[in-house]
């Protein structure tokens, strides 16, 4: 079942799926109040910051698919969304027989994705992929790790924390025989 409140402007949607960072999505409101007959699809086409593929698939396949579920592979979305073209798809498939990844995390090793794109689709349209993601488990690991960390530095006694270690000092190095003039040195000296 698809998760609640998938239908947002489509400014708030290209910035949570990571296409759009809030500075763009301030820059291209303002746009609008100067110019209200453009909507802000178009000026984030004329700005060259998300391309009409991604705007189209945003304001007209998405919500369909937030409120009816998807009936195909996730790499059929990003080629939709005009995220990924068709020969990157040919590519990350024949890498998939091979490296056993999904499709997204290939993608996203070739920078043809962000992470948070990635995330953000998974998500909204594979919440149960997104359960068994390595990016996201890394991720969710990494940040219990910290926790951890930070909650037993919290519960060491104040005196009890290992002191800051003395730096080391540096071995010095042999100095190093004068070496004579070769030929072809030239003196700038003026």
């Given at each position: 079942?698809?998760a ?5 402007p ?9 296409l ?29 910051w ?28 990003f ?12 590519t990350?498939?024949k ?8 499709i ?5 090793l ?6 948070e ?14 359960a ?9 690991s990494?940040?219990?790790d ?5 909650n037993?530095?919290?519960?060491t ?6 002191q ?8 010095e190095?042999?100095?190093?025989a ?7 040195d030239?003196?700038?000296?003026g």
């Amino acid at each position: 079942m698809p998760a609640p409140n998938k239908t947002r402007p489509l400014g708030e949607m290209l910035r949570r799926a990571g296409l759009l960072s809030q500075a763009q999505l301030d820059v291209v409101l303002q746009d609008q109040q100067w110019q209200p007959d453009l909507r802000i699809g178009d000026i984030l086409e004329l700005r060259g910051w998300v391309k009409r593929d991604a705007i189209e698939f945003f304001a007209e396949q998405w919500p369909k698919l937030a409120t009816g579920g998807r009936d195909n592979p996730i790499g059929y979305y990003f080629q939709q969304a005009g995220l990924l073209d068709s020969q990157q798809v040919e590519t990350l498939l024949k890498e998939q027989q091979q490296a056993g990844l999904r499709i997204g995390a290939l993608a996203v090793l070739r920078g043809w994705l962000s992470q948070e794109t990635l995330d953000w689709f998974l998500r909204s349209l594979a919440p149960e992929e997104s359960a068994s993601s390595a990016f996201i488990k890394r991720r969710q690991s990494n940040n219990g790790d910290r926790m951890s960390q930070a909650n037993q530095a919290r519960s060491t006694p104040q005196g009890a924390q290992s002191q800051p270690s003395q730096p080391k000092p540096v071995a010095e190095s042999p100095a190093e025989a004068p070496t004579a003039p070769k030929p072809d040195d030239v003196s700038w000296v003026g």
